[in-house]
């Protein structure tokens, strides 16, 4: 955008200083001009100002003036214009400055994000690897007491499958061979 303005104000500057090149061109001419009457006025005492020259230059002074005028206003214009422009420039300026102050802003966000994410993360799975901790004393606890209480159980049901016989004292069988 900037490169947009910056050919167009170029050109009315060069407008601009053609337009007071000619301003100071035609007040040479306008001096140039007093100055000779002046000196034939001085140098000549019973000059009589001839009607009809008189109104000529008359006349050409007027349009001179009116040029005069025209090219004042046309540089009036064209200040206007270049205080407009300078004033979007300095707008267009500060929103760039802005805009690039935000990026950076949001670049250095863009950096920090893993780091961040990294942290927090970091923080859950501590959290996650205290309960699993947790979780696994209680399980291996869990598994003592089942194999106390298996162990326990296995004891009883031995104790309760061995048959009650009677005993005999001593008990002599008769032998095959023996009479």
Not at 57 to 73: D, N, P
Not at 101 to 113: A, G, K
Not at 133 to 139: D, G, I, T, Y
Request: hydrophobic share 30%.
């Amino acid at each position: 955008m900037t490169q947009a303005v910056n050919p167009s104000y170029s050109s009315t500057q060069v407008e601009v200083a053609r337009l007071q090149d000619e301003l100071q061109m035609r007040d040479d001419l306008v001096q140039q001009l007093s100055q000779e009457l002046f000196r034939l006025v001085k140098g000549n005492t019973g000059f009589m100002p001839n009607p009809v020259t008189s109104e000529q230059h008359q006349a050409e002074v007027r349009g001179l003036r009116e040029q005069l005028r025209g090219v004042e206003q046309q540089v009036a214009f064209y200040q206007e214009q270049l205080d407009d422009r300078n004033a979007e420039t300095l707008q267009l300026r500060q929103t760039v400055q802005e805009l690039t102050d935000r990026t950076r802003m949001l670049e250095q966000v863009v950096q920090e994000l893993p780091k961040v994410y990294r942290q927090k993360f970091a923080e859950r799975l501590d959290t996650v690897r205290q309960r699993v901790s947790h979780l696994q004393q209680e399980n291996r606890q869990l598994q003592s007491e089942l194999q106390s209480v298996s162990y326990r159980l296995a004891v009883r049901t031995r104790r309760s499958q061995q048959l009650d016989l009677p005993s005999f004292g001593q008990v002599t069988l008769p032998g095959f061979g023996t009479p």
